[in-house]
């Protein structure tokens, strides 16, 4: 029961830092498109 339930925290934490991951990248993509956007205008 208790390795069950340690894998399924690693795995949750595991998706958790790629999502983060995902956020992160796509924030900082989006921060620059913005500003690029932003100085167009």
């Known amino acids: 029961m208790l390795v069950l339930?340690?894998?399924k925290l690693?795995?949750?934490r595991s998706w958790f830092f790629l999502f983060l991951l995902m956020i992160i990248s796509e924030a900082l993509g989006l921060g620059n498109r913005n500003d690029v956007e932003w100085c167009d205008s």
Do not use: A, C, N, T
């Open 5 to 7: 339930v340690l894998d």
């Open 10 to 12: 690693l795995l949750k």
